[in-house]
């Protein structure tokens, strides 16, 4: 069983619509969580972090950590064709810990 | 501030030589990971160095290896290239703590083509 899990898309969505990309985690005893957002060509970058349980948001990204059924997601509204780009769902590497990353999800938004 | 310096940014080798490249991180982070990136296999995670320690380390055989020198900078070395080496480099800074790597700030990464 992979340690993260994420679908790998397309994922296509129309320009303005609500864009939700979901990743699951097999380490219960990961606590925190991250995304990053990768061009194509280009470096990942981070884009939101979650410490809690519940929902985090930032500007038109949403992120959201359900431990319980060991989940992870990311909202992105209204989106614009400047998100398209893969999606990386990463649990923070913790000291002796390796980091491990989701495949990511490539998001296509359509103008 | 200045962000993540990885060099070289590009480089073709052959099978059977060895490449090194370095990392220099974010002014203060104490945490500094190498990932290999293909198609093929996503990002994969190569090993974390701390403080100039090794915390652990992917899967990879052992003619990859790594190091870091007491300014935080770290150099990854790959010896006895294979084609299927061939690859983009990525190095990442964070802060890190006794317990914890932290946000992952990456660099440009190091594209490495071989022949």
């Known amino acids: 069983q992979k340690e993260v899990e994420q679908n790998s898309g397309p994922l296509s969505v129309p320009e303005g619509a609500i864009a939700s990309l979901n990743c699951t985690y097999s380490d219960r005893g990961s606590q925190s969580f991250f995304w990053y957002r990768q061009y194509s060509g280009k470096s990942p970058e981070l884009i939101m972090s979650i410490y809690s349980n519940g929902d985090k948001e930032d500007g038109r990204f949403t992120a959201q950590l359900n431990k319980a059924s060991q989940y992870v997601s990311l909202l992105i509204r209204d989106s614009q064709p400047s998100d398209s780009a893969t999606y990386l769902c990463a649990p923070e590497g913790g000291g002796y810990q390796k980091v491990t990353f989701g495949t990511g999800t490539k998001l296509q938004v359509i103008p | 501030k200045a962000g993540v310096t990885q060099t070289p940014r590009y480089l073709i080798k052959t099978r059977g030589q060895q490449v090194t490249l370095s990392c220099s991180p974010i002014?203060?982070?104490?945490?500094v990971s190498w990932y290999q990136q293909t198609p093929g296999q996503g990002l994969q995670f190569l090993f974390e160095?701390?403080?100039?320690?090794?915390?652990n380390k992917g899967n990879f055989p052992g003619r990859f290896s790594g190091r870091q020198f007491s300014n935080s900078r770290s150099e990854m070395n790959v010896s006895t290239l294979e084609l299927g080496d061939s690859a983009l480099y990525l190095c990442?800074?964070?802060?890190?703590?006794?317990?914890?790597?932290?946000?992952?700030?990456f660099g440009e990464g190091s594209r490495l083509t071989v022949l």
């Open positions: 990442a800074s964070s802060t890190g703590t006794s317990g914890s790597i932290g946000e992952l700030f």
């Open positions: 002014s203060g982070h104490r945490s």
């Open positions: 160095y701390f403080s100039e320690t090794q915390r």
